[in-house]
């Protein structure tokens, strides 16, 4: 393979943002987590914890309640007082309605799945109708002093817990009046609190109520005699969160200091059956305040204000000892925030609020395997792009030439272009975009920078020919009639005939820049694609796939190529399957066409289809990377 | 280890056996009765523990047995082939073989294989088996050929067939499922080696297959049961397991049997110009077990079933019992006492195995040894055979002599059997104590205390602990309860008998000897620029020791036993033991000897701390470790007792701070290594965080 000049770049100093909520859903094994700016993100727990989905975020929609009802409809609320819901299909807002009580700091849907209720800084419970595509307001419980932290259904649906300051309720739902008030002990290792906040409430079938609260406590309450049945003091800082089993055997607990605690509800001995409520396992693999956690029929999952999502399977839920029984950790996106011109050495990243563009050093010395060289010319920061208004960065790409820069938040597109005078770079903003390009989910300039093909989240797909200073638009493909699914990923093809588009779900679909038509589709797979490119001379499309598998597809010939036959028939190495990190880029050496250049979060490999048995193995030399 | 016993030849009768020796040693489905085939007419049934024949039957003239007589495990009846096609089959009651059944088959037959528990098989030359109930209801039904024409069976063993066509080939039949896979030989770089000798094996997944080169090598291969793909020629590798086993131009033939997964037997001469021998090897240590000369010469063919040898020893049939125990390690090389300190002197305490393999092996004139043995035979008998009459005086003359020759392989059996035999006179008659030549023969080296049981007892009960200390310091074996037995005798012995003994000093040096007032005072100076208690401000508990700290000097300073006595406890303290066996034994030594020993241990850590380096003068002291360790099995065993004793009382509070004061140290030395570890942090991310850089990579 021979020596490469690596430049290790460590200056993209991308941190992820806190997670506020997780919330899972067993019918389709995913997962959704919702991030302190306001980001939207779901993963598909079957398709190796891919990261599948994501909604941008947006300044003045700190999300603080999150969850699926009515199926697979998915709703956020948050201190901006609204109810979203989201198009899981589209990957936008579908909706937002205030819910007219001040911030909401609660949420959960009814056992049935046809209701939402809010719990909101005024101290109101409001009940939700969810009709078909829309939420409607039905009615308020009786009103409570101070703000409802946590909702809890009675597994029956005729029942409500809401955990306050320094007190539970219980509701009943028909007449909406408070039943008991349980007040929450404001002791605190023999110190009185000010405030006892009650984190989380969870409401079982047989009536008892678990409540966690600031004072480090975990308690049962019997809620038909609202009295205290048992209190375990288990941190000496606040129990954030808590998560019950479906089963109702077992639950989990997310306290500041970092740690979650495993419940179990054991036999008091073995063969009786009285059981109790015991303390099990702790885990500690948090740093900071854990803020969520959930509770799937494997695993415990968590996530705080440390960034990590961490999935932790339950050993003996655990049928087979696969892999998928291994702790996950997953800090960054499972998508790309660089993009890169060959030409001038510029690297593009992008931040949630900002981007940021760099020119890499350069160095005159050579040496040997494993030197660092001296540097000639530092990397330079060039420039530093505010984006306009509250809303995230979706996307953004810079054009091979450099002269170009594009970007997308939910509501508008940008397109820049950079003009270089020495050592002097000039932004000049194209006015006037179209109404069609009003945001992208993926964008992607042609080899030679004369095209800009955008992804819309109308799942349609647009060309736009570049000029000197302004643009044409020359075609939009529409999306198959029926579907509104949106595309995700973009690859092009050197030589700028062929263009693949991929979606959450669907196979991958490539288009004949030339002719303006689609050419063909790639036969759809079980696992959503994480990567795609394709290769120049004989335009090959290589993709990646959430398992690990790597396929390659002769676009002239519309079928896999041998090596991508002979691979799937021999199977990858389980070392490379048993990866945990999507591929995230693909790439080819412009050299050595039978290399295959393929990176994720922590590593970056080279597969060599010249040795098919042995690019099965795991690639030896990785690099760091981010 | 494994052993060869007496043989014996089966038949008074001449075998009508060839150059090519028998035809077949064959199990018979009775136990200890054997079916001999020789390789011209005659099939002989034995019977091996009467050592006589039961029965004989042969062909007529004219016809001669191609394939040795098996016995049909199912029906017990016999089967033999005579002139490759026709198959008899018979059963004890029979008298003549040509009035049996009879079968002419379509084919020509290699063998007929047969185990308990199923239908024999029958294999054809051309390679194809069928299964004998198959075959007899259709005798002329055609047979296939699987092996080429050019491929001769040269071997076979269970359900493995070697053929021989430029290279060698396996071809491996699972019965049930009627696989035939072909394995290729790979022999490596040696061309001309020739294949003499096959034995296979069979585990759970790997036919092991081990073959004797004519080199004298033994090689394995392992074949897979299971074949992944049975349609291909795989090929496979093997690998050397033991090195010139054999001469390689033996005369006759040579022969290999795996006898257990860790031994073999190997027929075949050791040296070109030698007898041949049948010996037994340990292939996982690679050790010679035992040989056995016959000197008549073998037709290079041996069988074994149960626990017998069978071979052609000139024109009889001979049978060796063999045993072989399971082998380990410690079996194979005896216990090694744990010693690593600088001046020992490293003496071999296991059986030098080079020695009795150069005999094999041609390293020494292998005449010379042989004279030397019987040399020492002889000498060895006459001995024994003086201990039982002669006076203390001649038996240490005559001894004398007898080591002085040169040691020979078994020299430490021969030396073993002599001790055995002094100590029965030594038993026998009180007043007989040889104790010089007993003394004489510690000091070879070679004795440990399994091969002379009885000497430590005899010395405990005549209270020579010059005998004890010696063989404290040179047997590798010694049992914790007599270990615990001589440390009793040590701790209670009087000082004025000791005085009388003589003892050996060298692990004691001039440390322990000095009560005297004078040097005591320099002492006194120096300890205090080493750890001392009385600083140890740590503590208030003792308030007796801070009211006499005069006193307190004196006791650490002076060695609580007189010289000899620290001898004899420090050879104690270098025997090799371990906790669990000798903890109860130590329950049994009386308070105030465990409270003296305790003292002179602690006297000995204090010594210890007094340098840099933790370790006690002399020649051979004993270490730190084996101080503290005692010290802990000590405390162990007898804390209760100890604790209330007011004379230990002391003694336990200096421990106590002792122990104090290290746990202070260490939790000093972690909070040290914190910081430490942060530094270094540092210090690596100064060396490689650099925001940016460009490094050269080779990717593979």
């Known amino acids: 393979m021979g020596e490469f000049k690596v430049h290790r770049v460590r200056f993209f100093n991308y941190v992820p943002s806190g997670i506020r909520c997780v919330a899972y859903n067993n019918q389709s094994n995913r997962l959704a987590v919702s991030r302190t700016d306001g980001t939207v993100e779901i993963y598909n727990l079957s398709a190796n914890y891919f990261q599948e989905k994501f909604f941008p975020g947006h300044e003045s929609r700190a999300t603080e309640a999150l969850c699926w009802a009515a199926g697979q409809r998915l709703f956020s609320a948050g201190l901006n007082g609204e109810i979203i819901e989201y198009d899981l299909q589209a990957l936008n807002v579908k909706y937002a309605m205030d819910a007219f009580g001040g911030p909401i700091w609660s949420m959960t849907a009814s056992p049935s799945g046809s209701q939402l209720l809010v719990g909101c800084e005024d101290g109101s419970v409001k009940l939700f109708q969810i009709t078909p595509d829309k939420i409607q307001f039905e009615r308020n419980f009786d009103r409570q002093k101070s703000r409802i932290l946590s909702l809890s259904w009675h597994p029956s649906g005729t029942h409500i817990a809401a955990g306050s300051i320094d007190y539970i309720s219980v509701f009943d739902v028909k007449s909406g009046s408070t039943i008991h008030k349980m007040i929450v002990d404001r002791q605190y290792m023999g110190v009185s609190k000010r405030k006892c906040i009650v984190w989380g409430v969870a409401f079982l079938s047989d009536g008892t109520v678990i409540s966690v609260d600031s004072a480090g406590k975990v308690q049962f309450w019997d809620s038909a005699t609202g009295t205290l049945v048992k209190s375990h003091l288990i941190a000496n800082a606040d129990v954030q969160s808590i998560a019950v089993a479906d089963q109702e055997d077992s639950f989990v607990v997310g306290t500041a200091e970092g740690t979650i605690f495993h419940f179990q509800l054991l036999p008091v001995t073995s063969n009786s059956n009285e059981k109790q409520w015991v303390r099990t396992k702790p885990f500690q693999h948090h740093t900071h305040d854990v803020r969520t956690v959930a509770h799937s029929p494997t695993a415990l999952i968590s996530g705080g204000t440390d960034t990590h999502l961490v999935i932790r399977p339950l050993m003996e839920k655990v049928e087979v000892k696969n892999y998928d029984a291994a702790l996950r950790k997953i800090t960054f996106p499972h998508r790309r925030l660089i993009s890169c011109s060959k030409k001038r050495q510029l690297l593009l990243f992008q931040f949630t609020h900002h981007l940021e563009l760099w020119r890499l050093g350069s160095t005159v010395a050579t040496g040997k395997n494993g030197d660092t060289l001296p540097l000639s010319k530092n990397a330079d920061h060039l420039l530093h792009l505010k984006t306009k208004g509250p809303e995230n960065i979706i996307c953004s790409s810079i054009s091979p030439c450099g002269n170009w820069i594009a970007y997308s938040t939910a509501s508008r597109f940008f397109l820049c272009r950079l003009n270089y005078e020495h050592d002097n770079i000039s932004l000049k903003r194209v006015s006037k975009m179209p109404a069609f390009l009003r945001s992208a989910l993926q964008i992607l300039f042609s080899e030679d920078s004369t095209k800009l093909f955008v992804a819309s989240n109308q799942g349609s797909l647009h060309i736009v020919q570049l000029l000197e200073g302004s643009f044409k638009h020359l075609h939009a493909f529409q999306p198959l009639s029926g579907t509104v699914e949106a595309m995700c990923l973009l690859a092009v093809s050197p030589d700028g005939s062929w263009l693949a588009a991929s979606g959450t779900s669907a196979g991958v679909r490539v288009y004949n820049v030339k002719q303006l038509k689609l050419h063909c589709t790639v036969p759809a797979y079980n696992f959503p694609v994480t990567a795609l490119a394709i290769a120049p001379d004989t335009n090959n499309l290589v993709i990646a796939h959430s398992d690990q598998q790597v396929f390659e597809y002769s676009i002239p010939d519309k079928q896999y190529t041998e090596w991508s036959r002979t691979v799937q028939k021999q199977g990858f190495h389980h070392l490379w399957l048993q990866r945990d990190t999507p591929i995230t880029h693909i790439s080819f050496h412009p050299k050595r066409p039978m290399h295959i250049l393929l990176h994720d979060a922590y590593m970056f490999c080279i597969i060599d289809k010249s040795l098919v048995s042995s690019s099965l193995l795991p690639p030896e030399s990785s690099l760091e990377s981010l | ?700």
């Open chain 2, 1 to 700: 280890m494994a052993a060869l016993e007496e043989e014996f030849t089966l038949s008074s009768v001449v075998l009508g056996a060839g150059p090519d020796g028998l035809l077949g040693v064959e199990h018979s489905d009775k136990t200890d009765q054997f079916l001999v085939t020789d390789s011209g007419r005659t099939v002989i049934l034995y019977k091996l523990s009467d050592q006589k024949t039961l029965g004989s039957w042969s062909v007529k003239q004219g016809q001669i047995i191609t394939c040795p007589a098996v016995c049909n495990f199912q029906t017990g009846e016999y089967i033999v082939v005579h002139d490759n096609k026709v198959l008899r089959i018979w059963n004890s009651e029979d008298v003549n073989l040509d009035k049996v059944f009879k079968a002419t088959l379509s084919a020509e037959v290699y063998r007929i294989h047969s185990i308990q528990g199923t239908e024999p098989l029958v294999l054809f030359k051309e390679g194809a088996v069928r299964g004998l109930e198959a075959l007899l209801a259709e005798p002329q039904q055609k047979i296939e050929t699987v092996i080429s024409n050019e491929e001769v069976i040269k071997m076979y063993c269970m359900f493995l067939i070697i053929f021989f066509h430029g290279n060698y080939f396996a071809y491996v039949q699972t019965f049930h499922s009627r696989v035939l896979s072909k394995y290729t030989l790979l022999l490596g770089q040696e061309e001309k080696v020739v294949i003499q000798s096959f034995t296979a094996s069979v585990d759970r997944k790997f036919i092991s297959l081990m073959s004797l080169s004519s080199d004298g090598c033994i090689h394995e291969t392992l074949i897979p049961i299971r074949p992944t793909d049975p349609e291909k020629n795989q090929r496979v590798v093997r690998s050397l397991l033991l090195k010139a086993v054999v001469s390689g131009n033996a005369r006759n033939g040579v022969a290999l049997t795996v006898l257990d997964q860790d031994h073999v037997a190997v027929l075949g001469s050791p040296l070109p110009a030698s007898k041949e021998c049948i010996s037994i090897w340990n292939i996982k240590f690679q050790t010679l077990q035992i040989s056995k000369e016959l000197p008549q010469g073998t037709s290079g063919q041996l069988w074994y079933y149960g626990e017998n040898l069978f071979m052609l020893h000139g024109k009889f049939l001979t049978v060796i019992p063999y045993k072989c125990e399971v082998s380990s390690l410690a079996g194979a090389l005896g216990k090694l006492k744990h010693s690593q300190d600088p001046g020992t002197h490293v003496t071999p305490h296991f059986v030098n195995w080079e020695t009795s393999q150069g005999c094999g092996l041609g390293c020494q004139n292998s005449e010379q040894s042989r004279r030397i043995v019987s040399l020492v035979i002889e000498i060895e008998i006459s001995l024994i055979l003086l201990f039982q009459k002669d006076s203390e005086k001649h038996i240490e003359v005559e001894l004398r002599k007898f080591l002085a020759m040169k040691q020979t392989p078994d020299f430490h059996a021969i030396i073993g059997d002599i001790v055995t035999g002094l100590l029965e006179r030594c038993k026998a008659e009180p007043s007989f104590c040889p104790r010089n030549c007993l003394i004489q023969l510690i000091q070879t080296h070679v004795l440990s205390y399994s091969l002379c049981p009885g000497l430590m007892e005899v010395a405990l009960q005549k209270t020579d602990v010059q005998l004890l200390q010696l063989c404290l310091q040179q047997f590798p074996d010694i049992p914790e309860s007599v270990t615990c037995a001589c440390l009793k005798l040590f701790l209670s012995i009087g000082d004025d008998c000791l005085q009388e003994t003589d003892v050996n000093m060298e692990s004691v040096s001039d440390y322990s000897g000095t009560a005297q007032d004078e040097k005591m005072e320099e002492q006194t100076k120096i300890l205090q620029n080493g750890f001392n208690p009385k600083e140890d401000n740590c503590s208030n508990c003792d308030q007796e020791l801070n009211e006499k700290p005069q006193d307190t000097t004196k006791e650490t300073i002076s060695c609580p036993v007189i010289p000899k006595r620290a001898a004899l406890l420090n050879a104690i303290l270098h025997s090799a033991y371990s906790e669990t066996f000798l903890l109860p034994h130590l329950k049994d030594i009386p308070a105030q000897h465990i409270t003296l020993f305790l003292q002179y241990l602690y006297f000995l850590y204090l010594k210890c701390s007094e340098n840099a380096t933790m370790t006690l003068p002399g020649i051979h002291p004993p270490t730190l470790n084996q101080i503290m360790d005692w010290i802990c099995l000590l405390l162990d065993a007898n804390f209760t007792v100890v604790v209330m004793i007011p004379e230990a009382k002391r003694l336990l509070i200096n421990l106590y701070k002792f122990v104090k004061s290290q746990i202070s140290v260490y939790s000093e030395l972690n909070k040290i290594e914190v910081s430490f570890r942060e530094l270094q942090k540092l210090n690596q991310e100064k060396n490689n965080r650099g925001l940016y850089s460009i490094e050269v990579l080779e990717l593979f």
